[in-house]
């Protein structure tokens, strides 16, 4: 096991009903702002209840967070932070709103450059205002975690940033918020917590034995509601259990004390970037294709991930690794996401310049030993054709 | 699932070498309480590590925290943390030390009788001196919790209480400091986290799909590791997978959103106050009783429990929950606790004074569903002889 740290100190509020608490989390005389998204947080009730829940609060309403939350928005909910002194932040929607809810709460009391956060991933950030989320998508873990991402519209470009000044300090859950989503958002959901636990999992063996099993427990669990989460969209305990898998999934527990790989991730933001994909549709696609290509590298854990995730016993080494990235597909289509470049009617003409970006945004050597080179990549984009 | 909250603000700073970072969790100017047991911390070149990691700060030792830590003597620490101005504790050792450290740290700020605490199981503590841990002892799990328990002789009762105000600042767990613990002590350790888990795990199903995935994984590992944990004094790689296990076995993760049990621990818990045997003994004396006894109401659980714990799937139900209880008493064999009463010169005259401290001390009706009374107790207690 790697040396590690832990340190998490997001309140998770669980279960159905929970938003009325609400006020409780937030001090009495807060001027808050609520950050969404568009119009399915006002369709579902959840801004009624929010609203009602603060009370007599001036609260500030700022709509229009993108999926991919984009700079340019984030940038004008910051201009209003300031004005209105606004002292805390209610993000209400999926990973994208509360990814840029942390941006705006670091980038208020931010002195110069904004987009220096980004091109710094975080670090330089010195202060944040106040935070907590009401979660109605599950998938990203943003909700328990201190990390972001956030898209410069102008640029193309799609950048993470971390910081322990932007972990939420309460977050709520409500199974029955995600209720109304449509079924393309909870399959992306059930994609992208899965590919959250491979990238910290499917690596290499370093004798971290309760990571590997905790991180088997998740694409299990994922495994065994995936499709009903899909197909059941009132399922209470179903959409429960995604929830809590979603949040786990990366909330630095599964993590700690291993080796990680994002290279998955870093590819596909630039696919997000440029062609305007899914997020889980780029993990999916690409993912398969990069366990295949590394599978050498991989070849340990992706034998343990046959055997105790897919219950793989039959056949030699080879066989059982192909018969696992096999299953990884079809669980990605079975749930409702394509894994071809094709399928969004992407083709060749797409790689050099996803290469392009991904070179000039410095990422030249990605992965768990960082030796995933530009060339590797295009092999990959070029198996995902 | 169950409605829950989960919010454990403690850092985990984990590896070996890692109490040389002490100082910068720690104000410069603090002036500190360092809260260790006995013999063991000053052996094995801990306490001096840590001393030198105080570098200048004011430091008062305080030594001599028993196992099962007595509120007579931790009443001594609170006079000297009030009279020297002490502003940070720090515990050096196991679960009694942090227990005890913690009942400490909010005694030294309690008006009114200290014992209350305890009678009231930590509701009324209002305010607590900060605290950080380093761990020598992986058991408990007190390090990442909310709880300790405390004993007082004069009376021969041992209470448990809970305060969100005793959470550990942080905690350090460097796997080498449990090089030079007795056998004994790491064997009771095994069996302490293993009931802990099961405490929280073994109870009815309630659709917590990852609780339950996560339980199994701390159980597995416990048994893949726990002979070897034992018997290799410095394996580096064991130790620090049963430190990690312990600590997440009770850090109110796998407990959250499920039923849970206890009456293990607390019948327990007065075996140890009239007798003193050792905690992690009368865990492994009561549990495989205690599961026997109730095989009804936790049917469900302990035929999941039988299949993938123990990958036992011949047999009818009964055939393998009964082989599921033998293997959990093997298993603590095993790794050198002992399972019944007479290993520990205990006969049928110990039934009725644990039985009346029971009854004294409130405990009419325990477990997930409430319905374990005395007489329940006394049949276990007789099962175990």
């Known amino acids: 096991m790697q040396k590690f740290n832990v340190y998490n100190p997001t309140q998770i509020i669980f279960g159905e009903g929970r938003i009325a608490e609400l006020a409780e989390h937030i001090a009495a005389d807060a001027r808050v702002m609520v950050l969404y998204g568009g119009g399915s947080a006002e369709r579902n009730g959840t801004l009624v209840e929010v609203k009602n829940a603060l009370g007599a609060r001036h609260v500030q309403m700022f709509a229009g967070i993108e999926p991919n939350p984009s700079y340019e928005t984030l940038s004008k909910a910051v201009d209003i932070v300031r004005a209105d002194k606004i002292d805390f932040l209610l993000a209400v929607g999926g990973g994208s709103v509360i990814d840029g809810t942390k941006f705006v709460a670091a980038a208020a009391l931010f002195e110069g450059d904004t987009w220096s956060i980004l091109q710094q991933g975080g670090t330089n950030i010195k202060q944040a205002l106040p935070m907590g989320t009401v979660l109605t998508l599950p998938a990203t873990g943003s909700e328990m975690n201190n990390g972001g991402v956030v ?4 640029t193309k470009t799609k950048l993470p940033f971390h910081s322990n000044l932007v972990f939420p300090q309460f977050s709520i859950l409500d199974p029955t918020k995600t209720y109304t989503l449509p079924a393309r958002q909870v399959a992306n959901g059930v994609v992208d917590a899965y ?17 590997d099993r905790f991180a088997e ?32 999934a990366l909330n630095g527990l599964i993590g700690a004390g291993v080796p990680q790989d994002w290279s998955t991730h870093l590819l596909g933001h630039e696919l ?13 696609i690409i993912l398969p294709n990069m366990l295949q290509l590394r599978r050498k590298e991989k070849h340990a854990k992706l034998l343990q991930y046959a055997q105790r995730v897919w219950n793989i016993t039959d056949g030699n080494d080879e066989q059982r690794i192909d018969a696992a990235i096999a299953k990884t597909r079809e669980f990605f289509e079975a749930v409702g996401v394509r894994t071809r470049l094709s399928d969004y009617q992407l083709g060749e003409e797409c790689i050099e310049p996803v290469l392009a970006q991904l070179q000039a945004h410095g990422m030249l050597q990605l992965g768990e030993h960082q030796d995933v080179t530009p060339e590797q990549c295009r092999t990959v984009l070029h198996m995902s054709l």
């Open 217 to 248: 427990g998740l694409l299990q669990t994922l495994i065994e509601i995936g499709e009903q989460a899909v197909q059941e969209a009132d399922n209470y305990n179903v959409r429960a259990n995604l929830m809590w898998t979603a949040t786990l």
């Open 272 to 284: 997000t970037a440029q062609y305007g994909l899914d997020h889980a549709q780029t993990l999916a």
């Open 195 to 211: 590919v959250h636990v491979m990238e910290q999992y499917l690596t290499y063996p370093v004798n971290a034995l309760v990571q």
């Open 151 to 154: 898209t410069r519209l102008a």
